[in-house]
């Protein structure tokens, strides 16, 4: 199972602020979504998962608000703020940058 | 904006906590069914898929916290947790938090009003532009033990023209030979009052670099050119008359009636405008009698000057030591010249300090001596809080143990430590802060004349910082101590000795240690304040020269405008006449200076067949006492040698003069003074022309200057010979009837010779010597009620380290008195052990008095810093006192039941 260690530094943010770029997610969602779409590669935990998503909110990158999930029970929805989306922006650029370096480095023959 | 986001979640986090908090437990919550229903989905039982997301969740709680971790308030949780208890654990003491925090509030009350009186008038720079280039110039005559004298008219012009160092100097005066007084009579509408005045120069305006706040300055036309008989009729006012008495109406250019003469007043002065603390009301042009302008040996000018910029006053002070060098030279005359050495009686010299340093001088060490006072008084309160918080910290060990035990963190027992003394310092420190405002204000208000520079003093920012500063400084000390205590030994030790609390010996050290601490400061306090008491006994028991019981005096002042010198004289006379036949008034006399407080006056007059040691014919003399009426036998002054003036001089042609002991033993040594001759200056006293004087008896010496300082030379002028009188004179009324029984009666005579003088200072003699040595009763007061605090304090602090130790060594005085020992024995140890520490402290204490010994001489009259009856009866006190506080402990100790404590084990 992938411990938050195991992920690049860093990248637990990166990974929440793209899932919820598209539409507002409660937490366990958003686990869902990046383990599904990481193939079952990206396990977040509950331990890791809720202090991110605070500390996000205490930066005011993403915002939080009540309302109904489809079954009909209260669940937490965070979407992103302006500045979020700015921030997305910025790690998403410098992931990349650090994603080729690495690359170049790790298929170098 | 995310800043203010931010803000709003940190507030929300911190004033809806229960709200925050349900809300991440429903988030946590749901998260955790989700994975109890996706385990169910994929097959398990309920009870599995329950017992399964447990084992992946962990620990719930720990998420949790670490959640609020993120939210940044927690350390401002804490420190509200930490409050809360704080306060429920001292509301539950009421006692003890009562006695820190009062205690507290004294310490720093007392050292917060002193502060503010130190920092308003020593360190508050003055309030002129660039204070530090203003100098003050005095004449200085070291072989007669004058000083601080004015420099005469000649000098100060000559200094203008060949100094080089100064932008500007100038002059001003309140009194003596210049004719001016520091009192004027001023009539606002049909309203007669007294205000406060003085005389200056155009120039000494430009000196301290002031600007009018309306119209303009004295001219240097109007106030240098000394001819005529009067000053010009112009004046200013200062801006808080203008606005009291004439409620700031416009008044530049109008006329005002000053000493019966109508003054233009041309300007009226800034807020707070004012020269060496004389609580100037009206600003006149200053003017000498020409007489009085030309002559070298009649010192009545006070002297300011501004150093030009980059003038430092080193340089100015050498170049004024260059002058000095030949004088006489420069200015071309033998005549009296001030000089850099000064031998004989009558030289002098010339001495620059800082206008600040002048004005404050001699205040400057009884303020600091004050500070080290009320700051020994600190120590004592912070010596005794420490014993206090140690007893307390030892036993609270076991709970802080405990909490340590319990995963607190060593830095958040810490912060709960600093944060219950800084409560208790808080409260101390805002209660001792209403303490000094209260006793600046008290002080201000009963002894505001005898402090310079009163406007200056208050409760402003640094004064509060230090307040401020004290408290913390404080609760950081007390925090750290309370702690040090509770961390250091091994938890284990602190559990098992349960509640008993540690006996350590290093502890009882630090405690002893404390307390005599306490001892020797105390003592240092009360040796200072019983030098001080012996000193003010010594002063107001001193003989002044004259029999002051049964005297009482008021001071009239003629104006100048309506009256010549003989006019003035009839006036007086009928005054003293009609006193004289009031029942129960034994004598009558008027005279131009009040002893045992007037301003010398230092004239130059020649005497016959008398060569001075700088060959001139004639001496400086430091008074010239113009009198009126039976002056010797009113004022009862013994007369040595020859007679008293008679009734029948006054038809003789021949003047009289008598002289003082003193005068004439500098004079005449070993001759008979008796039928010598003088010729006073007429001009001193009103009279056209200088004649010679024989003298006819020798008075006994009177103190003059302040009952501390040596009688200087004085003759006497009998005013009735001469049939003349100056503007003010003061009378004075030997009589059986208190001043308020006379008061009407003198009133009514004032009244009918002119109706529209105010009779001024209605008191008796003995006012007159309480205020004339009022500084150092003040400073007696005061020094005594912080002894008195010390000792007090010393001796709550003597009181609770013996019951402590009384306490803690209750099983073994059990045991022992088990075994036999008697219960005499037992109270005598005990007593032992509190006398130990008192005798340890007394010794500490008596060798920092002797280090303190320079500060406190010089404050000291007939009493040496020294003196063996003081420090004996100190020593004697500060033992009774110990003895008292011991007692009770060493009583308890002795009547411990045996039975009982061994019981309790």
């Keep these: 199972m992938a411990k938050p260690t195991d992920l690049v530094q860093g990248t637990l943010d990166l990974l929440i602020l793209k899932t919820i770029a598209r539409e507002p997610k409660h937490g366990w969602a958003i686990a869902k979504r990046i383990q599904q779409i990481s193939q079952e590669a990206l396990q977040i935990q509950q331990g890791s998962l809720y202090p991110a998503l605070h500390r996000l909110e205490q930066q005011a990158w993403i915002k939080a608000e009540w309302r109904p999930t489809g079954t009909g029970r209260m669940a937490k929805f965070y979407s992103l703020t302006r500045a979020g989306k700015k921030q997305l922006e910025k790690e998403l650029a410098s992931w990349v940058r650090l994603s080729t370096a690495i690359n170049l480095v790790v298929q170098e023959n | ?905």
């Design chain 2, 1 to 905: 904006m995310p800043i203010w986001d931010k803000i709003r979640l940190r507030l929300r986090s911190l004033f809806r906590r229960a709200q925050v908090e349900r809300e991440l437990e429903a988030e946590l919550r749901f998260h955790f069914d989700q994975l109890i229903e996706e385990n169910i989905s994929s097959g398990m039982s309920p009870d599995e898929a329950r017992q399964a997301a447990q084992r992946l969740i962990g620990g719930l709680e720990q998420y949790k916290e670490e959640c609020r971790d993120l939210r940044r308030v927690n350390f401002i949780e804490d420190l509200l947790q930490d409050v809360r208890y704080a306060i429920r654990s001292r509301a539950k003491n009421p006692a003890f938090t009562a006695v820190v925090v009062i205690t507290l509030a004294l310490g720093i009350g007392a050292n917060t009003a002193i502060f503010s009186i130190l920092h308003g008038v020593l360190l508050r720079p003055l309030d002129y532009p660039k204070p530090d280039q203003l100098m003050f110039l005095t004449a200085e005559s070291p072989a007669t033990g004058g000083t601080r004298n004015s420099l005469s008219a000649p000098e100060y012009t000559e200094f203008r023209q060949l100094n080089h160092s100064f932008a500007a100097i100038g002059a001003y005066a309140t009194g003596g030979a210049a004719y001016t007084t520091s009192a004027v009579n001023l009539t606002a509408g049909d309203r007669p009052m007294r205000v406060r005045s003085i005389a200056v120069d155009a120039q000494l305006l430009r000196a301290l670099g002031i600007q009018p706040e309306a119209g303009r300055f004295f001219s240097d036309e109007e106030t240098s050119r000394w001819i005529g008989t009067l000053p010009p009729p112009i004046a200013m006012l200062s801006d808080e008359l203008w606005r009291s008495v004439f409620a700031g109406r416009p008044l530049v250019g109008q006329k005002v009636e000053i000493e019966g003469r109508p003054h233009e007043i041309v300007g009226i002065m800034p807020r707070g405008a004012d020269v060496m603390d004389n609580q100037t009301q009206v600003w006149l042009p200053l003017w000498l009698h020409p007489n009085i302008a030309s002559q070298r040996g009649t010192h009545v000018l006070n002297v300011i000057g501004r150093l030009k910029d980059g003038v430092t006053a080193q340089v100015a002070q050498a170049e004024l030591s260059g002058l000095l060098d030949n004088w006489g030279a420069r200015v071309d005359t033998k005549e009296h010249v001030p000089t850099n050495h000064p031998v004989g009686a009558i030289d002098h010299t010339l001495q620059m300090r800082t206008l600040q340093d002048a004005l404050v001088g001699n205040v400057s060490r009884a303020i600091w001596l004050l500070q080290v006072a009320v700051g020994f008084v600190l120590l004592i309160v912070c010596a005794n809080l420490a014993n206090m918080v140690l007893a307390r910290a030892v036993s609270r060990r076991r709970e802080f143990v405990l909490r340590a035990a319990l995963g607190a963190s060593r830095g958040r027992l810490l912060r709960q430590a600093i944060t219950e003394n800084a409560m208790l310092c808080g409260a101390g420190g805002v209660l001792g802060l209403g303490l000094a405002v209260a006793v600046v204000w008290g002080l201000l208000r009963t002894y505001g004349t005898n402090i310079p520079r009163t406007s200056q003093i208050g409760i402003d920012l640094p004064v509060l910082l230090v307040a401020l500063g004290l408290s913390t400084g404080i609760a950081l000390l007390f925090g750290l101590i309370s702690l040090g205590l509770g961390g250091t030994s091994s938890m284990a030790t602190a559990l098992k000795e349960g509640g008993r609390g540690a006996s350590g010996l290093g502890r009882n050290y630090a405690r002893r240690g404390l307390l005599i601490t306490q001892v020797a400061f105390a003592v240092m306090l009360v040796i200072g304040a019983a030098l001080m008491v012996r000193t003010v006994y010594n002063l107001a028991t001193i003989d002044a020269g004259f029999d002051r019981s049964r005297l009482v005096t008021f001071s009239l002042t003629m104006p100048m405008a309506n009256s010549d010198p003989d006019t003035r004289a009839q006036a007086y006379r009928r005054v003293i006449d009609q006193l004289r036949s009031v029942p129960g008034v034994l004598g009558t006399t008027a005279m131009s200076g009040l002893p045992p407080n007037r301003p010398p006056d230092a004239i130059a007059t020649p005497i016959e067949n008398f060569t001075a040691a700088d060959g001139r014919h004639s001496e400086i003399i430091d008074y010239y006492q113009l009198v009126m009426g039976d002056y010797f036998e009113t004022m009862g002054i013994p007369i040595v040698a020859g007679r008293s003036f008679e009734s029948t001089d006054n038809a003789s042609s021949g003047k009289v003069i008598i002289v003082s002991e003193t005068l004439a033993r500098k004079i005449w040594p070993d001759q008979n003074p008796i039928g010598k001759r003088l010729r006073p200056p007429g001009g001193s006293f009103g009279a056209t022309d200088d004649v010679w004087h024989t003298v006819i008896g020798v008075a006994k010496d009177v103190r003059q200057r302040g009952v501390e300082q040596l009688p200087g030379t004085e003759l006497y002028v009998d005013l009735d010979q001469h049939g003349v009188s100056p503007p003010s004179m003061n009378v004075v009324i030997r009589t059986t009837l208190p001043p308020t029984a006379l008061s009407p009666t003198i009133e009514r005579i004032v009244r009918e010779v002119d109706s529209e003088l105010p009779v001024v200072s209605l008191r008796d003699m003995d006012s007159v010597f309480a205020e004339s040595i009022r500084r150092p009763r003040i400073l007696a007061q005061l020094l005594g009620v912080f002894a008195g605090l010390a000792l007090l304090l010393a001796a709550i602090g003597t009181y609770g380290v013996l019951s402590y130790i009384v306490t803690e060594r209750r099983r073994e005085i059990g045991i022992r008195l088990a075994l036999g020992a008697t219960r005499s024995h037992v109270l005598r140890q005990i007593m032992n052990q509190g006398l130990q520490v008192t005798a340890l402290g007394v010794i500490i204490g008596l060798a920092g008095t002797l280090a303190m010994n320079r500060l406190l001489t010089s404050l000291l009259f007939g009493v040496q810093a020294t003196d063996i009856v003081t420090i004996a009866f100190v020593i004697a006190t500060i033992t009774a006192v110990a003895v008292v506080a011991s007692l009770l402990p060493a009583w308890r100790a002795s009547r411990v039941n045996p039975n009982i404590v061994l019981r309790e084990e």
